[in-house]
């Protein structure tokens, strides 16, 4: 969902306070600051006593000199109003919240938070300034706060549709359903029609699994704007569920680009003020083109900071970030992006390959569960569903779902690998070996990595009788000689080392630990150093699962 488009300036909802304004300032106010008539001010009464916080300057030097220029201007403004003798105390509000939009709109968040507390204190009833702040404290995580400046513009103004709908979507991106859905009833009670509020009720609805009142209100929200194109998808999900199959993929053809719409003047107010979203797009997907990442983060964070409720501009800004390998960053911006587009099985499988990536398994498994609960045959996220619940030691699943894999897929390496993997650590040695045996067989004998992972199983293995030396030496020796790699020498060693000849081990694994010192890897001539300290005592490697063959699986 996102905020309409900009409209003229004269919908803006501060006529009164900011026009007199400009008969107090006169050419202090730059060019188009309103294109409205002024007002003929009231004659000010005494400014009431308000201890004003004072405004950071914020760093300019990174922003295109024009918009510099701009923000300076509009701070210089801001200083005339407030030394200016003939301005009430609302004219002074007016000045702090102006200044607050324009740099909420350019993403200088503290200027902007203490430019609105100080509007807000000059005028406690004006709902304005507390909903910006609520924005500002979302955009930057602090849901706390953001719950609690939405509350308090909403007493100010208990029939602000926005306000209720944005307090909605906050709650209900927290999983607080049922407040979110008090919101939304109070959004719609006021103006029935309001779609976005229509839309957060059908996946309150969803996902409580109660699908016939989901269906009511995406089919609504449908009704009242057509062009809502994203609300066939999360349609067709609760049809499916209902069993009318046919419907669902009807609805399922119709989906589209098109999002479900808020209109929020407010908001529209910084579009306006940024050149809009649609232009800050333009020149993040400019810059991402050139390969200019930072630019292209700036600007796709600046628009979501414009609507934070934009999952494309969401998926935009994690492209950048993952160009600049923020992949921390990148993950929570998809994240935030999958609940604001749920059911979006694509962008489920990207969040979820880049959980994996930075190592979060835990938060990969319900994605790539949804995935493959949604389609079965996605071998693929069902190898990767496997991987992450063995590296959270959710072993006896694993082993059942890399076991899915290959009956899938038969020849699938990496799962024949990962359930080697699994067996090995649940202590079932023997069968791993077997499993290794009857894959190289299936092979024709041809899968070096079978092979290199087996001869680790045969001369290492705790059970003596799983372990068979010779045959670890013919199949490791076979596989040095073809590719006299770091993988096929560790093995090598460790049938040599099984075998009785310590020495020849001690002095491959010297190399091993020699080479990774050379190349400044630390962490893997350690690695290395445990295994020469073994054959240097003439003592034999009994741990059969290596980083390698961990790494041939895939991870």
Same mark, same amino acid.
């Given at each position: ?40 001010p009231t004659a000010p009464p005494p400014p009431a006593a308000v201890e004003l916080k004072p405004i950071p300057e914020p760093d300019l030097s990174e922003l295109?000199?024009?918009?510099? &220029? ?21 004219? *002074?509000?007016?000045?702090? =919240?102006?200044? =607050? $939009?324009?740099?909420?709109?350019? %993403? ?32 930057? $995580? ?11 513009? /909403? ?14 979507? /906050? ?14 009833? %109070? ?49 067709a999900l609760a049809l499916r569920q209902l069993g009318r199959k046919d419907e669902a993929e009807a609805e399922l053809a119709r989906r589209g680009d098109g ?9 529209? *107010? ?21 390969? *200019?990442? &930072? ?30 390998? *923020? ?6 911006? /998809? ?32 994605? +790539? ?11 693929? !996220? ?11 030691? %959710? ?15 038969? &020849?699938? /390496?990496?799962?024949? +690998?990962?359930?080697? !993997? ?11 070996r077997q499993r290794l045996e009857a894959g190289l067989a299936a092979s024709g004998g041809k899968s070096g990595e079978l092979a290199n992972a087996l001869a ?20 490791? &020796? ?5 590719? @006299? ?22 002095? +491959? ?30 003592? @034999? ?11 041939? !699986?895939?991870?």
């Amino acid at each position: 969902m996102k905020t309409v488009a900009p409209s003229p300036l004269s919908s803006r909802p501060w006529r009164g306070p900011f026009a007199a304004l400009l008969l107090v300032l006169g050419p202090l106010v730059f060019t188009g600051a309103c294109s409205e008539p002024p007002e003929e001010p009231t004659a000010p009464p005494p400014p009431a006593a308000v201890e004003l916080k004072p405004i950071p300057e914020p760093d300019l030097s990174e922003l295109d000199p024009l918009v510099a &220029d701009r923000l300076r201007q509009r701070r210089q403004w801001q200083e005339a109003v407030e030394s200016a003798d003939e301005v009430t105390t609302e004219q *002074r509000a007016e000045a702090f =919240g102006e200044l =607050g $939009n324009l740099y909420q709109a350019y %993403r200088l968040v503290d200027a902007a938070e203490a430019a609105y507390l100080d509007a807000r204190s000059l005028a406690p009833d004006d709902y304005r300034w507390p909903f910006y702040l609520g924005h500002l404290y979302w955009g930057e $995580n602090r849901i706390e706060d953001a719950e609690r400046a939405f509350e308090e513009s /909403l007493e100010q103004k208990p029939d602000h549709v926005a306000g209720h709908v944005r307090l909605g979507e /906050l709650l209900l991106d927290q999983n607080r359903p049922e407040e979110a859905e008090e919101q939304f009833e %109070r959004a719609l009670g006021t103006a029935p029609e309001t779609t976005a509020a229509l839309f957060g009720l059908g996946q309150i609805a969803a996902g409580r699994g109660d699908a016939e009142e989901a269906v009511k209100d995406f089919r609504r929200v449908l009704e009242i704007d057509p062009g809502a194109t994203e609300a066939h998808y999360p349609l067709a999900l609760a049809l499916r569920q209902l069993g009318r199959k046919d419907e669902a993929e009807a609805e399922l053809a119709r989906r589209g680009d098109g999002e479900v719409r808020l209109d929020d003047p407010l908001m529209r *107010r910084l579009f306006e003020l940024s050149d809009g979203y649609r232009q800050l797009q333009k020149q993040g997907g400019e810059a991402f083109e050139a390969k *200019r990442y &930072d630019d292209a983060i700036d600007a796709f964070a600046a628009a979501v900071a414009a609507d934070p409720l934009a999952p494309v501009a969401r998926r935009n800004l994690a492209a950048a970030l993952l160009a600049k390998e *923020r992949y921390a960053d990148a993950a929570e911006q /998809l994240t935030v992006a999958l609940k604001l587009a749920p059911g979006d099985l694509d962008e489920t499988r990207r969040l979820a390959a880049l959980e994996l990536k930075i190592g979060d398994h835990q938060a990969a498994i319900p994605l +790539l569960e949804e995935v493959v609960r949604r389609e079965p045959g996605d071998t693929g !996220s069902l190898l990767s569903l496997a991987l992450a619940l063995e590296e959270t030691g %959710r072993l006896d699943e694993a082993l059942g779902t890399y076991r899915a894999v290959l009956a899938a897929d038969p &020849d699938r /390496l990496a799962a024949r +690998l990962g359930e080697a !993997s699994a067996l090995l650590r649940l202590g079932r040695t023997a069968e791993a070996r077997q499993r290794l045996e009857a894959g190289l067989a299936a092979s024709g004998g041809k899968s070096g990595e079978l092979a290199n992972a087996l001869a680790q199983v045969l001369a290492s293995a705790p059970e003596a009788e799983v372990r068979d030396g010779k045959k670890a030496l013919e199949l490791a &020796d076979g596989l040095f000689r073809a590719r @006299p790699d770091a993988e096929h020498a560790e093995t090598l060693a460790m049938a040599l080392a099984e075998t009785g000849d310590y020495a020849a081990a001690a002095r +491959l694994q010297q190399g091993l630990v020699e080479r990774a010192e050379q190349s400044g890897l630390k962490p893997l001539a350690d690695y290395y150093r445990v295994d020469l300290e073994l054959y240097r005592r003439q003592q @034999p490697c009994r741990e059969p699962w290596s980083r390698n063959l961990a790494a041939a !699986s895939g991870r």
